[in-house]
């Protein structure tokens, strides 16, 4: 078993309405939580990056964490086509800094 | 923003060549740096941590002898893939650790080798 459970998709969604991602994981040595969108043969970009569990906004972005049930979320409202791409999940223990855990990456396609 | 480049960009090569990749923090100084692998729909695996002046720290699986990896300065870490074969190809991406931030990992663009 994978310690970090992601769907890869594909995820298609019409333009403005709400993507929402999530992924699993079994550790729960993990304690800090990122999300990383990765357009096609680029390196991954942050987008989130939360440690407690609750909710963070940042713009569009909205993303979840709860600890109890080792599940988190990333929505994206009012998608556009320039959403589509890669999201990828990425944890890490408190002590282990820059190693990172990731998911395999839902793939999101936003139609115009 | 924090800016990492890598080059080449994609590299072709013939099976049993060495090949070189480079990685640089263009606006800060790093560290440390990362090396990951990447299969295609597959997620990111940690290869080595690198860090400024020391050997790297190889993820278990990776051999050493065969991912050289050099971080001779705090903008330049370098990747080199010794007698490479066609299971080496594979998108190999860097990342880089900003030595005044806490937490956070800086991407390459990532390079797309190919083994022939």
């Known amino acids: 078993q994978k310690e970090v459970e992601q769907d890869p998709g594909p995820l298609s969604v019409p333009e403005g309405a709400i993507v929402s991602l999530n992924c699993t994981y079994s550790n729960s040595a993990f304690q800090y939580f990122m999300w990383y969108r990765q357009y096609s043969r680029k390196g991954p970009e942050l987008l989130m990056y939360?440690?407690?569990?609750g909710n963070k906004e940042d713009g569009r972005f909205t993303a979840q964490v709860d600890k109890s049930s080792k599940y988190i979320s990333l929505f994206i409202r009012d998608s556009q086509p320039s959403d589509s791409a890669t999201y990828l999940c990425?944890?890490?223990?408190?002590?282990?800094?820059?190693?990172?855990?990731f998911g395999a990456g839902t793939q999101v396609v936003v139609t115009p | 923003g924090a800016v990492v480049s890598q080059h080449p960009s994609w590299v072709i090569c013939k099976s049993g060549t060495s090949v070189k990749i480079e990685c640089r923090s263009l606006?800060?100084?790093?560290?440390?740096m990362f090396w990951y692998r990447q299969f295609p729909k597959q997620s990111l695996m940690l290869m080595a941590t690198s860090n400024e002046g020391s050997k790297a720290t190889y993820e278990q699986g990776v051999e050493k002898d065969k991912f050289l990896i050099n971080h001779a300065s705090l903008t330049l870490s370098t990747l080199t893939v010794t007698s490479a074969h066609p299971e080496d190809s594979s998108f190999y991406i860097c990342?880089?650790?900003?030595?005044?931030?806490?937490?956070?990992?800086?991407f390459g663009p990532g390079t797309r080798l190919t083994v022939l």
């Open positions: 939360t440690y407690s569990s």
């Open positions: 990342s880089a650790k900003d030595r005044l931030e806490t937490d956070t990992q800086y």
């Open positions: 990425a944890m890490r223990k408190a002590d282990s800094w820059g190693k990172l855990q």
């Open positions: 606006d800060f100084q790093a560290t440390t």
